[in-house]
């Protein structure tokens, strides 16, 4: 019969498994080696923070994984606004005026549209489809745009358009994961992930990487969208409420006060340590490095969601009301969260995914309730960011996931009761807004009728590499040693810094 | 030793240990021809030495001849016993840069008939080489003096002509007639075309058109220096002549012609040039070498023949690439040794909230909005050894009040500077007035008033003075110093 102590010490001769001893004494060889052969170089190299290899050094101390670090180069924003319009909105009903599709409307679509391609519901031989809405110029920059966003064209003037974004997914859920994790796959670091294990955070109660989801339903990648990936987990996105608890479970039970939490986690904290001592697995630091955090959390996280702290005049200016699941709210909750020091502040806004199958997903029904929803909040978000200066060091990035095909759906070869558009992976429309980016200014071009790219093609890739660039990172440095691959954002093609639009 | 059952002398058992790379060379000439692809970082670094140590067999090789010949004459008949040895220098020399010449060829991206020329021509000079030794070490037998004589005097041939393969690939084709006077061309039937073209350049469609687009786009790697896929652009005639997939442009036939084939496909893909992300053509250049083909690919069509081709912008819009340099960790240490220790200490008593701007930088950044009303004057004061090196500060919801004034006037580096939502007043942006790097301050929401404005308008590179929620109101006629840099 085993005394307990004798069964935890077996227990833990046997966890101690080949591979263990294997990467144990395979890492103190090499760390043999490269002390005594390195030696000289420590000292200069230590300091600057630099390595000789090709990634940057971004080890920090066990107990602190989300400290802040220096991005490699002095970097144009410190932070970044991710709204993402989940769903993929039109960009022929908002920002691609296309006065030759208004002249064909209603005619066979040429079959040169059709070959090759792949739709997700258009059959036989579409009709083009004038935008549903029309258009004027607006600002000193004179872009066009259609009356649906009546508070956004106010800051046209602050807005860099990128018209010719391509991607090469054409169903939500890949091409969602393309977009915020740089590969259409499971299992990749999303953008947040990525920029927050390379710079940290300031604010050490606050994750770094906040989710705040609305339009009634999540977006099609799921979870996925804020994973860390191979990334350390510590550094995946935490999504928030934007009601109630802000995160759930975060409040103590009743009966249960903080200091009694306080003492609980210390013990668990303490075996935990010793896990790590023992096995020295990097999750278990996560596993700490998240119930402390928790626990600063209590106080901090729930300040910073509460809007209600806002006075009215506020209120007004984003449309919001305290209490409701609304991309209104988030966008304050956004504004707050950036005052407070949080890295990457992403917002999903489902609903935009205008196939004219229903109401809902009709582009002179839902989608112009969909247009309500953000057009204020968006403005006001801007404003607010600029009056406060804030604006000079944090990237507002807007857009989808593809756009849409300037043909109207035909499921089934049939013409539908409610007007919408097929997805289109070919062309589609983001805009940034902020630091280092060059205001009142459109990237890149589509043919006559908003189907495909005639000028100045930017990869989803290649917007990453540039939203890197504005961090302060080469987009090659910004790496992760990975299944025998310096894993970056951009992935393995060629990416490049859209250099034209930036300031 | 033995060879062939005789027992060989000294020089020549060396001979035969010399022969062995010249062998090994040869193998991976054949094995591992060049192919035009460019790899391998460290075959091509040590590849790059190929011009740097092909000029000492050349010089060793022509100077064996001269010590011979000069040694003929009794009294300089000294010379002659250093042939040898200069002879068995050379060998070495000649295997050395034909083995640095492969590693150069297979990863640098050649490849052609030129290149193949060259290849072989440097093998066989490394072997030459080789034999001249063997035949002068056992040249006391008569017979053998008369092919020695002839194999030193292949030798030199080769140099001249290996050398000279060796310079068009790397100085381009014509690098020793281009700039021939034309009587002297002209007697000795040598064609100018790429001079030509030059020389007409703005007259033609090609000339003033097309190959411009080459020389701003494509020479980098298919140009004078570089002939990847064993393709050059820089003249008309190599152009039309292809590369080692055969010809890339065919007249009058856009699509066929592989060319417009690769620099019209989409950038990601992997036959798109020009390759590894660099900056596609425009869509204008584009056009112009499609309708440039489609016109015949002449180099003689004037240049205003085509009618609907995009207008050539006058200054071609060059769009910078990013470039990111090197960081120095040398030159950074220096940079940040004397604030180092102050800052040391500092940030563990602010962690996370004074970090430096960059990793090449020493300058600081210091964000205490973070802190809030846990950061007071007292914490400001404290920070006094860094003034100097603080460039970006936020002190926005802190409990600074006008008592640290001077501690923020003494930051005099500072470009960015906020206070938003805190106690100071007029006081503490009146002492801002040496802040001659100041290109952002934000007062929102905080009691200044509108007597704030002379101090502020007087900072030199001040771009934003954010004043909203202020007792500035909106619409106040400022200086004109401030004209369109007050934001509300």
Known sequence: MMTSDSELRMALVQAQTRRHFLRTIGGGLGTLFVGTSMAKYAGATKDAGHSETSSLDFTRDASSPLAALPPQFAAKVRRVIYLHMAGAPSQLELFEYKPDLKRLDGQDCPASFLAGKRFAFISGVPKLLASQYPFHQVGQSGQWISDRLPYLEKHVDAICFIKSMHTDQFNHAPAQLLVQTGNARLGYASIGSWVLYGLGTENQNLPGFIVLLSGGKSPDGGKQLWSSGFLPSVYQGVQCRSHGEPVLYLDNPPEVSRSLRRSMLDAIDQINQQTYAAFGNPETVTRIAQYEMAFRMQMDATDAMDIRKEPDSVHAMYGSKPGEASFANNCLVARRLAERGVRFIQLYHWGWDSHGADAKEALNLGFADRCREVDQPTAALLADLKERGMLEDTLVVWGGEFGRTPMRENRNGQEMKYVGRDHNPGAFTIWLSGGGVKPGITHGQTDEMGYEIVKDPVEIRDLHATMLYLLGFDHHKLNYSFQGLEQKLTSVKPARIVTEVLA | ?488
């Open chain 2, 1 to 488: 030793m033995t060879v062939w059952g005789r027992r060989v002398s000294g020089p020549l058992r060396l001979g035969v240990l010399a022969l062995v790379p010249i062998l090994i060379v040869l193998v991976l000439l054949l094995v591992f021809p060049p192919d035009g692809n460019e790899r391998a970082e460290w075959a091509q670094f040590i590849g790059r030495f190929h011009p740097l140590a092909v000029h000492f067999p050349i010089a060793l090789i022509l100077l064996v001849p001269i010590l011979e010949l000069a040694g003929l004459n009794s009294r300089s008949a000294h010379l002659r016993l250093s042939a040898g040895f200069v002879l068995g220098l050379a060998t070495i020399g000649a295997t050395v840069a034909a083995m640095l010449g492969w590693c150069l060829a297979l990863s640098g991206g050649y490849s052609g008939p030129l290149l193949t020329q060259h290849m072989w021509g440097g093998i066989s000079l490394a072997a030459v080489c080789w034999l001249c030794w063997m035949l002068r070490a056992s040249a006391n037998e008569p017979r053998l003096g008369l092919l020695y004589a002839t194999a030193l005097a292949t030798g030199v041939v080769l140099v001249a002509w290996t050398g000279y393969r060796g310079g068009q690939l790397s100085k381009g084709e014509d690098h020793l007639t281009e700039y021939m006077p034309a009587g002297l061309r002209h007697s000795l039937g040598i064609s100018n075309a790429s001079r030509a073209v030059s020389s007409s350049r703005a007259n033609t469609f090609y000339g003033a058109r097309v190959e411009p687009i080459f020389a701003e786009r494509c020479f980098t790697c298919h140009g004078p220096s570089k002939h990847q896929a064993n393709l050059r652009l820089d003249s008309y005639k190599s152009l039309m002549r292809g590369g080692k997939d055969g010809p890339v442009i065919r007249a009058a036939n856009v699509q066929g012609s592989d060319l417009f084939r690769r620099i019209a496909l989409p950038p990601g893909h992997d036959d798109f040039m020009p390759k590894e992300g660099k900056r596609p053509l425009s869509s204008d250049q584009v056009k112009v070498i499609e309708l440039w083909i489609g016109a015949g690919a002449s180099d003689t069509l004037p240049a205003d023949a085509i009618k609907d081709a995009p207008a050539a912008s006058a200054s071609p819009t060059l769009v910078a690439e990013v470039n990111f340099g090197e960081i120095d960790p040398v030159a950074v240490t220096k940079r940040r040794a004397t604030a180092a220790p102050a800052l040391a200490q500092l940030q563990k008593r602010f962690p996370n909230i004074l970090e430096y701007e960059s990793r090449g930088s020493a300058d600081l950044l210091l964000n205490a909005s973070i802190l809030g009303p846990k950061f007071g004057d007292s914490d400001l004061a404290v920070l006094s050894p860094l003034a100097e090196q603080i460039t970006v500060a936020d002190f926005s919801r802190t409990a600074i009040t006008d008592r640290s004034a001077t501690a923020i006037a003494a930051m005099k580096r500072l470009r960015v500077l906020r206070f938003m939502y805190t106690r100071i007043t007029d006081t503490t942006l009146q002492g801002l007035g040496a802040l001659d790097q100041l290109e952002s301050l934000s007062v929102f929401g905080t009691p200044v008033t509108p007597a704030a404005l002379p101090t502020v308008a007087k900072l030199p590179k001040l771009a934003h003075f954010y004043a909203g929620q202020t007792a500035i109101p909106i619409g106040i006629s400022v200086p004109d110093a401030l004209m369109g840099k007050l934001v509300f």
